[in-house]
């Protein structure tokens, strides 16, 4: 395990990780009296898919929020890209390369699943206010630029045929995936997302995991999940954390988590769905 | 029949952005615009320019205003009588302290002074939301009115504590004064419409109003897309209250002439607007329009059919015309939230599909 900790490896499947892109440093975070995390250590490498499990209330979404700016904690750092972050205001954290989705859906409804997606794109965007009002030119030409890369995330994600939906009409499932295209819009160099598959059916879970093994593969993202489904992480994952009430217990191949006692007692002998 | 995108195919991205995707609704535009610009002006005359197209355009202006702020970034304003006081009082200072400048660029300026004074009272939308920023902004109305009351300054020491619009001519037309020609002042209006709301569309349709609705729909998930919260809140605050100073300076230099700032731009004001979009409809700027001439229409023509035709004393119109609009602003909040603009897109979808439902 250690060797791996410094540099990058192989992975099971033959693909090349990377060194490390985010490190998480003795976090700790509290709500009051509430411990939410409580010193927890460990990195993400570029291009693999980590994932972060553990039994609800563990802490996973909390430490999710301070990598993306929502929480700051009270103790330790956050390392990216080989320097300490700063303190950052959540549209700084996406203005550096970090996207994600939410456990609860977080998608703009009233916008049509174009303009949703077309978001992802602000940062891309560089004209200022006076050349978008004029629109001609520069603007108009930006626009339809950037609809381009939307456009291939749409055929990549198939949601051509909803496009001009308004998001608030679709099923649930369809906008977990309007809200990945979002996501992926950004071209993050990091995209975590926290449950993307809860509550969806067999089928939908199924396209999931591809649409992420597709991304990961595809694009080269480096992507941090959450996940309940046991199965769907050990298919997915390079590399999984476990987490119990805001403690890291174990930390490593999905198989090696498997195995270590603490996991064991912890959070697999628990019955969860 | 022949209104309908089948076989109207777009072969690029930039087609499919247009502001008229649909052919027959692009030549409509067209058509309206040839209607308003090469027609009207010369039949129009002084009772229809002043009951009827001069209300009607320069509330579509405060209201395009007000529909980026409320409708496209889902800041609340109860300040819009306010800021187009300012406006007026800032179009007045320019057009008295440097008379041999285009009253055309005293209005535009305006407007930028409406923006900077609208930026300042939007700071607090970064902390506060809905209610308490209505409140806010309720303030910022009360006290503008009351600074332009209060300081001498603003109406240049007239005894009379108005402020009143010299003479300012464009090309040598009069469109401020006592002399003006219906037309002229027609005319002089709606190019600022035009201009206002192409760069309204102009501005909903890209990035700028991506980011204000992203804000409206859902502001931490704007957040994490990477919006700038107080940027895009600001900005909305600057535009909106730029159209809504255009407005509050054609207001009162070319269609009133002589302003007393609490008569004219008092809560009723910011009420009166607010209700236009909320008829009219939310973040649609076809709905700015709509709920301008609805609101602007609906008393001349109550009082025409009531007061001309069947006799009845004028108080007693006015007062059904008070529980008219409130009925309406009711029943759309409750039916129909998004307006007028939304009644006429069901309107044309069943159109479009027409005569095959199916
Ligand atoms: N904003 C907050 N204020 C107060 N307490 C919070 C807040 N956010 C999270 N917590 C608490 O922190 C703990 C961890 O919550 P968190 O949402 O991170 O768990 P989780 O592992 O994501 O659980 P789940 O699987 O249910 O999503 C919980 O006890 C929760 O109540
Ligand atoms: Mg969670």
């Not at chain 1, 992420?212 to 769907?232: R, S």
């Not at chain 2, 700038?228 to 600001?234: E, H, M, N, R």
Request: hydrophobic letters at 50%.
């Amino acid at each position: 395990m250690s060797d791996q900790m410094t540099e990058g490896y192989i992975t099971e499947d033959g693909r090349k990780i990377g060194g490390t892109l985010m490190e998480m440093k003795n976090i700790t975070l509290r709500f009051g009296g509430v411990k939410a995390i409580t010193d927890i250590s460990f990195d993400i490498k570029e291009g693999e898919i980590r994932a972060i499990i553990g039994p609800n209330g563990a802490g996973k979404s909390s430490m999710l929020n301070v990598i993306s700016g929502f929480y700051v904690p009270q103790e330790g750092e956050v390392w990216y890209k080989g320097a300490k972050r700063p303190q950052m205001k959540p549209y700084q954290v996406a203005q550096q390369g970090i996207a994600r989705t939410f456990q609860n859906i977080a998608l703009f409804e009233g916008m049509s699943v174009l303009d949703n997606v077309m978001t992802g794109r602000l940062n891309h965007m560089k004209t200022n206010m006076f050349q978008q009002a004029i629109w001609k030119g520069k603007a108009e030409k930006e626009e339809v630029e950037n609809r381009e890369v939307v456009e291939k995330i749409i055929d990549f994600l198939e949601i051509q045929s909803i496009r001009k939906t308004p998001v608030g009409r679709l099923p649930y499932g369809l906008k977990k995936r309007v809200e990945l295209a979002r996501a992926l819009a950004v071209e993050p160099h990091l995209l975590l997302l926290d449950e993307p598959m809860a509550g969806m059916n067999v089928e939908e879970k199924e396209d999931m995991s591809r649409f992420i093994l597709d991304v990961n593969d595809e694009f080269g993202t480096t992507i941090a999940l959450i996940e309940h489904d046991m199965g769907v992480v050990m298919d997915l994952s390079d590399r999984v954390v476990v987490m119990d009430y805001g403690k890291k217990i174990g930390d490593g191949t999905p198989d090696e988590v498997r195995n270590n006692q603490d996991v064991i007692d912890a959070y697999l002998g628990v019955s969860h769905d | 029949m022949f209104y309908r995108e089948a076989g109207d195919f777009k072969t690029t991205y930039a087609d499919d952005n247009q502001t008229f995707p649909i052919k027959f609704d692009r030549y409509r535009y067209y058509a309206v615009l040839f209607f308003a610009f090469l027609i009207v002006p010369f039949v129009i005359n002084d009772y229809w320019v002043n009951a009827v197209f001069m209300p009607f355009l320069i509330y579509s202006i405060a209201a395009i205003g007000l529909n980026i702020l409320v409708g496209y970034c889902g800041q609340v304003s109860l300040g819009t009588g306010g800021f187009m006081a300012v406006g007026a009082y800032a179009v007045y200072k320019l057009m008295t302290a440097f008379p041999e400048v285009s009253i055309f660029i005293h209005i535009l300026l305006a407007g930028g002074v409406t923006s900077l004074v609208g930026v300042a009272f939007g700071l607090p939308s970064l902390r506060i939301k809905g209610f308490y920023l209505a409140v806010a902004t309720l303030a910022a109305q009360f006290f503008l009115v009351w600074l332009f009351n209060k300081v001498p300054w603003f109406y240049n020491y007239s005894a009379s504590g108005q402020i009143s619009a010299p003479e300012r001519t464009v090309f040598g037309i009069a469109v401020t004064g006592p002399n003006t020609a219906a037309w002229a002042t027609y005319l002089f209006c709606l190019i600022f419409v035009t201009i206002c709301a192409l760069i309204a569309r102009n501005l909903t349709r890209g990035t700028t109003g991506r980011k204000w609705m992203a804000i409206r729909d859902m502001d931490i998930a704007a957040e994490i897309i990477g919006v700038d919260p107080l940027k895009s809140k600001l900005s909305a605050f600057a535009v909106s209250s730029f159209f809504i100073g255009v407005s509050g300076a054609l207001f009162f230099s070319v269609y009133l002439g002589a302003v007393e700032v609490g008569e004219v731009f008092g809560i009723n004001k910011s009420f009166l607007v607010l209700f236009m979009i909320i008829i009219g409809g939310l973040g649609s700027i076809f709905g700015s329009f709509a709920g301008a001439a609805f609101l602007v229409l609906l008393p001349v023509l109550l009082k025409n059919v009531l007061v001309g035709m069947l006799g009845w004393p004028t108080d007693l119109a006015a007062h059904l015309e008070f529980m008219i609009v409130g009925a309406l602003i009711i029943i759309f909040l409750i039916a129909e939230p998004h307006g007028l603009a939304q009644l006429w897109r069901v309107a044309k979808e069943k159109l479009r599909l027409w005569p095959f439902p199916h």
